[in-house]
């Protein structure tokens, strides 16, 4: 009995021994969850302070706000975020205390910002702080209203700084509203630059209706939005503004491929170009061809990668050939097509000759004094514009009359008078009598 009472106490003196940092390991683990808790409990998280929103340019605002003088500075991790609730909701998240925004203001500008702590489970928050920039003054419907634009690349005067500079146009209609004295006035901005239009086109009134920019400051390479305001001024209405954002790859119109060039060899057409007027690469440019035969009626289509394409042709119709190019995707967002090449006409003559045209338009006059002759000989038309003159056609001379007189005789003798008349001279006695 006393030996075996002694192993029980040696085992259950060595499971003691053993529990016992385990249960200190949990014990300790779970009042350091509680201490973790009651101190994200404890925890509060505070509002920024101080939030402004200023209009710092052409559709660009400013928000900027200050961190809260009260909040505990032992979180280092503390961001931001930021919400646009007009004129289109967009938010995101920032560690900085300000932030630019690209938006049309014409409509006004409103946001909202909170603190955040995104390392807490689950994530911290503050209550918001609103700002707004009201909308400019002015008269509904004065506006300008189908506002586009389109650029293009043209050659730079600075051929060695500055190669290829961008050209801009835009065409706008007069609000519904505007008094007939009203004038727009059209500006751009892009990046940090603005300008003012300086060659304008009016309507029937004198207004301004489109704006033409031989050269700008806009990148065709760049990704910023293009930013155009119109306002206005009138002695009848407060005129009000117009903003609208255009993206550069949306708008860009792509010159032409340049010294298209085509060759007809065995019933082969050979057609080569080179790359549009632009700042881009070769490789930048997807084209497409456009194959018309005039004699079928039949246009074939060509999307193609490269500036070279053969085709077979029947050899005896005319072709018209033409290339538009685009910007591809590896180099820029995609736009649309270009404008076409002048078309080039191979083939079959297209124009008869000098002779034939000759003998078509000798044809023709034949033909036409024809139907004249026949048209006159069927409506009698000659005697009727040319009258005859009516005159005898033989002298009264020439009326034999002839009177026998004999001598008397028993018989009786009966004297015979010849007449002979004319049908011309009775005509006469008719007319004059």
Known sequence: MLRTRGTEGIIHSQYSTTMV?????????????????????????LPPVNFTIEATGIAQVL?????????????????????????QEDEYDTKKTESKCVAPLHEGFAASVRTILKSSHPPLTSSWVSAELKAPPGSSGTSVMNLTCTTNTVISSHTHLRPYQVSLRC??????????????????????????CQEYSRDALNRNTACWFPRTFINSKGFEQLAVHINGSSKHAAIKPFDQLFSPHAIDQVNPPMNVTVEIENNSLYIQWEKPLSAFPGHCFNYELKIYNTKNDYVQMENLITNKFISKIDGVSTYSIQVRAAVS?????????????????????????????????????????????????VCHLWS??????????????????????????????????????????????????
């Open 21 to 45: 940092p385990v249960l200190l390991i949990l014990m300790g683990a779970l009042a350091t969850l509680q201490a973790d808790l009651l101190s994200h409990q404890k925890f509060l998280l």
């Open 63 to 87: 928000l900027h706000w200050d961190p809260n003088p009260e909040q505990e500075e032992r979180h280092s991790d503390l961001e931001y975020h930021v919400k646009v609730n007009a004129p």
């Open 171 to 196: 065409t706008w209609l007069v609000g519904k509203d505007a008094p007939e004295d009203t004038q727009y006035f059209l500006y751009y901005r892009f990046g940090v630059r603005t300008e003012e």
């Open 329 to 377: 995707s590896p180099c820029r967002m995609p736009g649309r097509w270009g404008e076409w090449s002048q078309p080039i006409y191979v083939g079959k003559e297209r124009k008869p000759s000098v002779e034939w045209q000759l003998i078509a338009i000798s044809t023709a006059v034949c033909f036409a004094l024809l139907i004249f002759s026949l048209i006159c000989r």
């Open 384 to 433: 009727r514009l040319f009258p005859p003159v009516p005159a005898p056609k033989s002298n009264i001379k020439d009326l034999p009359v002839v009177t026998q007189y004999e001598k008397p005789s028993n018989e009786t003798k009966i004297e015979v008078v010849h007449c002979v008349e004319e049908v011309g001279f009775e005509v006469m006695e008719n007319s004059m009598f």
